[in-house]
């Protein structure tokens, strides 16, 4: 008999239950790849109450992905940003942070188009000029990803809507 009442919570306060697949042992099948880990709750033992409590959990780590790799037009005074990193957006071992200080928006020519009239028009793109605590500024394309440390989301309005009916 599987049952999807929750059993209790996770740190953040998403409803969990036990998993119906090890009943909460975390251990199923053998299988050469990953040994007895229970596909079902991916060894926990628990597994998140209800679809909307999944879907509000994932919506959540969404969210924390987006607000530790923003993108430059993101940037805020007081972010402590790198942008070296890896391919899989992690900061390297020798990543320089820096805090910003302040970011301005700067129209840049970036070459010319003929209109209808066979007459020359300007065309601009815009780029960030990021100024650092230290003393430095850099230019960048709005839309350059960087990570940023120290972000933190907060869970209430995603647990909120996983409890909704």
Known sequence: MTTTKATGTDRHGFPTRTCTR???SGHYAFNRLDGTTCYGCSGTGTQYATKRASAAVAAFRKAQRNAARPQVCDFQAGDVVTFDMTSEAR???TA???TVAA??????RCGSSLTGTDES???????RAVTYTDGTTEVYGATRLALRRGVIVDPAPFVAQALSR
């Not at 028009?121 to 780029?127: D, K, L, N, S």
């Open 22 to 24: 090890c009943g909460g």
């Open 91 to 93: 900061a390297l071992p």
């Open 96 to 98: 320089t942070w820096r």
């Open 103 to 108: 970011v301005t928006v700067t129209p840049m």
């Open 121 to 127: 028009a300007r065309v601009f793109t815009y780029y």
